[in-house]
T-cell receptor, first 114, second 115 residues
Framework: GEDVEQSLFLSVREGDSSVINCTYT??????LYWYKQEPGAGLQLLTY?????DMKQDQRLTVLLNKKDKHLSLRIADTQTGDSAIYFC??????????????FGTGTLLAVQP | NAGVMQNPRHLVRRRGQEARLRCSPV?????VYWYRQLPEEGLKFMVYLQKENIIDESGMPKERFSAEFPKEGPSILRIQQVVRGDSAAYFC?????????????FGEGSRLTVL
C-alpha cells in the first residue's frame, strides 16, 4: 500500500535541534522529500535525498535515510521560531520511468518555543 | 518567473452548487497534480494530468469530481453538487516533463468552504 507515516506533533525550544521522523512503504522510491508548509500557504520543497544516499546535509538541515527500515529523518539544527510549520515527508511512486507521483505523509507540526 | 497560480484562493459554496478550481502551472511545465488537504490531515493525491490526458485519477472520488488539463489554458478541478465534506484546501502542483528529481512545485491552494 501507499502509506507514509509521521508523528503528528513536535515541540522544541529555540536553539535546540529538531528531529522529524518518517516511515515510507515503497522501496523503489527513487527520491524522498521533505516539504515545509507555513500557515495558510502551499508546500515548499526543503530538501530531497536520492535513494542511493544515506545522508545529505544542507546548511542546518540533515537528512538521514535508512533504506532497510524504510525510515527517513529530518534534523534541523539550531531551530528558530521561523521554522515553526508543518513538515511533510514524501515518497515517489513511479510510472515505469515516467514522471512520478508523490505520496505525502500526514505531516508533523513543529512548534518552536522561544 | 511566475510559480503555480491557483484561483480562487478562497471559495464559498452552498450545498448542491458547483465549485471550479483553476491552476496555471509553472511556465513550461506539462504535468499537473491535484491534492486535497482536509482539516488536520495530510495531503491526499487526487489526480495527475498531462496536457489533454489524465494519467492517474486513482485518488479522485468516483462521483461529482472531474479534472482536465486542456491544450490551452489552465487545469480545472470541478466538483459538482458540493457537500460539506468537500470543504478542504485543494492544492495544485506542477513538474516539468521527463525524468528529473520529481520535485513538485506547489501553488498556494484554493480553500473551499461548503455551507
Amino acid at each position: 500500500g501507499e502509506d507514509v507515516e509521521q508523528s503528528l506533533f513536535l515541540s522544541v525550544r529555540e536553539g535546540d535541534s529538531s528531529v522529524i521522523n518518517c516511515t515510507y512503504t515503497d522501496s523503489s522510491s527513487t527520491y524522498l522529500y521533505w516539504y515545509k508548509q507555513e500557515p495558510g500557504a502551499g508546500l515548499q520543497l526543503l530538501t530531497y535525498i536520492f535513494s542511493n544516499m544515506d545522508m545529505k546535509q544542507d546548511q542546518r538541515l540533515t537528512v538521514l535515510l535508512n533504506k532497510k527500515d524504510k525510515h527517513l529523518s529530518l534534523r534541523i539544527a539550531d531551530t528558530q521560531t521561523g521554522d515553526s510549520a508543518i513538515y511533510f515527508c514524501a515518497e515517489t511512486l513511479s510510472y515505469g520511468g515516467a514522471t512520478n507521483k508523490l505520496i505525502f505523509g500526514t505531516g508533523t507540526l513543529l512548534a518552536v518555543q522561544p | 518567473n511566475a510559480g503555480v497560480m491557483q484561483n480562487p484562493r478562497h471559495l464559498v459554496r452552498r450545498r448542491g452548487q458547483e465549485a471550479r478550481l483553476r491552476c496555471s502551472p509553472v511556465k513550461g511545465h506539462s504535468h499537473v497534480y491535484w491534492y486535497r488537504q482536509l482539516p488536520e490531515e495530510g495531503l491526499k493525491f487526487m489526480v495527475y494530468l498531462q496536457k489533454e490526458n489524465i494519467i492517474d485519477e486513482s485518488g479522485m472520488p468516483k462521483e461529482r469530481f472531474s479534472a482536465e488539463f486542456p491544450k490551452e489554458g489552465p487545469s480545472i478541478l470541478r466538483i459538482q453538487q458540493v457537500v460539506r465534506g468537500d470543504s478542504a484546501a485543494y492544492f495544485c502542483a506542477s513538474s516539468p516533463s521527463g525524468r528529473d528529481t520529481g520535485e513538485l512545485f506547489f501553488g498556494e491552494g484554493s480553500r473551499l468552504t461548503v455551507l
